[in-house]
């Protein structure tokens, strides 16, 4: 089983919808939570860190379940430049990040 | 601009003829680390340093050396590079239990 799971999709949404990416993650002792987004080719960025209490920054709300382990994204209203891959990354003991496989999300007009 | 650089950004070369990709971060960070990106098999961890002459192996250390011997620098090194390390590779760094910011990647080709 790895470490990190999350459904690689792709999910090919329209503009304007409302989409949701899970991940669930092993490690009970995981301290931090994140989730970055890649496009293609290049380097992954920090979209936002996940906090237990649940979090939003303006479309995106991040929650955190850890009796479950599981992590999530929620994107409301998708634009055509959210298309890219989201990485869910779980950061454990000794700075050590671990990343899931990536979900792939593409908006269409 | 806090960044990290790294160079080159593109290189082909042949199997067995040594070559050091270099790794820099201007944001003071104590955490840096190594990565490969392959299809299928997402980000995976090379090698990491917690700090100045402390590095320590990831998940696929195999056929990689590095060295920390100032606090902005991380080279990667392939020794005797193979056909098997083709691949895109991003360096990273981050102060401790911080978010890491990423280089802008390098794509190796081994002939």
């Known amino acids: 089983r790895k470490e990190v799971e999350q459904d690689p999709g792709p999910f090919n949404v329209p503009e304007g919808a409302t989409v949701a990416f899970n991940c669930t993650y092993s490690?009970?002792?995981?301290?931090?939570f994140f989730w970055y987004r890649q496009d293609c080719r290049k380097e992954p960025k920090l979209l936002m860190s996940?906090?237990?209490s649940g979090n939003e920054d303006g479309r995106f709300t991040a929650q955190l379940n850890r009796a479950s382990q599981y992590i999530s994204l929620l994107i409301r209203d998708s634009k055509l430049s959210d298309s890219a891959t989201y990485l869910c990354?779980?950061?454990?003991?000794?700075?050590?990040?671990?990343f899931g496989g990536g979900t792939r999300l593409m908006v269409k007009p | 601009e806090a960044q990290v650089t790294q160079n080159p950004r593109y290189l082909i070369t042949v199997t067995g003829k040594k070559l050091t990709v270099t790794c820099s971060q201007n944001?003071?960070?104590?955490?840096m680390s190594w990565y490969r990106q392959d299809p299928g098999l997402g980000l995976r961890q090379i090698y990491y340093s917690m700090n100045v002459e402390v590095t320590d192996k990831g998940d696929v250390p195999e056929g990689y050396k590095v060295s920390r011997k100032e606090k902005r620098n991380f080279p990667l090194i392939l020794e005797s590079p193979s056909p098997n390390q083709t691949s895109l590779y991003f360096c990273?760094?981050?102060?401790?239990?911080?978010?890491?910011?990423f280089g802008d990647g390098t794509r190796l080709s081994i002939l």
């Open positions: 996940v906090y237990s």
């Open positions: 490690n009970s002792a995981s301290q931090s």
């Open positions: 990273a760094s981050s102060s401790p239990a911080q978010p890491q910011h």
């Open positions: 990354v779980v950061l454990n003991a000794g700075n050590m990040l671990t």
């Open positions: 944001m003071n960070h104590e955490y």
